[in-house]
């Protein structure tokens, strides 16, 4: 059974980092596309990166820069290092599998949520 | 890359069908057969009710299905029940290696 849990979330200052990890379980992360999501309270979702199996990273624009996607494959683990941190990065950020085709995400981690304040 | 245009909200009685719509331009939902439709539920993650346009992952109901017509998709949910209640979201890749989403619709079930 496929599985994702997501750790890391909570509150930081304008400014600082976080990292999000996300266990998987059920499958092995290095040979999936593995993408982050996010949802800013009450909006829409966001895609924010993927991370394909060849290693390749991508990033919406408005986090690029700041943000970096990995893998640990000894751990089968997914990261998104958040650096800079923006009030407008408040959000609920889910990690999941490309299960269905390359791009788009299948099955889903719990969320996260990140807040950014002061 | 733009937000697929969703309309904000879609409501049908038990029992009848209700079609929400998702349109993007010919460099995303025009331009390639990977668009799918999502179902959330308050305080949930969301669940993918639709891939690849128009194919149901196991255990989603035949009562959803998916059809694309040039730069716009539809998501369609026949049967009406109350469960289905919740919000709705399209995806489509975008090229350049970008996925993006619809704003949402919010479907009630009266």
């Known amino acids: 059974e496929v599985q994702l849990v997501a750790s890391g979330g909570g509150l930081v200052q304008p400014g600082g980092s976080l990292r999000l990890s996300c266990a998987a379980s059920?499958?092995?992360?290095?040979?999936?596309?593995m993408t982050w999501v996010r949802q800013a309270p009450g909006k829409g979702l966001e895609w924010v990166s993927v991370?394909?199996?060849?290693?390749?990273?991508y990033f919406t624009d408005s986090v690029k820069g700041r943000f970096t996607i990995s893998r640990d494959n000894s751990k089968n683990m997914v990261y998104l290092q958040m650096n800079s941190l923006r009030a407008d990065d408040t959000a609920v950020y889910y990690c999941?599998?490309?299960?269905?085709?390359?791009?788009?995400?299948?099955?889903w981690g719990q969320g996260l949520l990140v807040t950014v304040s002061s | 890359q733009s937000a697929l245009t969703q309309p904000p909200s879609a409501s049908g009685s038990p029992g009848q069908s209700v079609t929400i719509s998702c349109t993007g331009t010919?460099?995303?939902?025009?331009?390639?057969?990977?668009v799918s439709w999502y179902q959330q539920h308050p305080g949930k993650a969301p669940k993918v009710m639709i891939y690849?346009?128009?194919k149901r992952p196991s255990g989603v109901p035949d009562r959803f299905s998916g059809s694309k017509s040039g730069n716009t998709a539809s998501l369609t949910v026949s049967g009406l029940q109350a469960e289905d209640e919740g919000d709705y979201y399209c995806?489509?890749?975008?090229?350049?290696?970008?996925?993006?989403f619809g704003g949402g619709t919010k479907l009630t079930v009266l």
């Open positions: 999941a599998r490309n299960d269905y085709d390359f791009w788009n995400p299948g099955s």
């Open positions: 995806s489509s890749y975008a090229g350049s290696n970008n996925v993006v």
């Open positions: 690849g346009v128009s």
């Open positions: 991370i394909y199996s060849n290693g390749n990273t």
């Open positions: 059920g499958f092995t992360v290095s040979g999936e596309y």
């Open positions: 010919s460099s995303d939902v025009g331009g390639y057969n990977y």
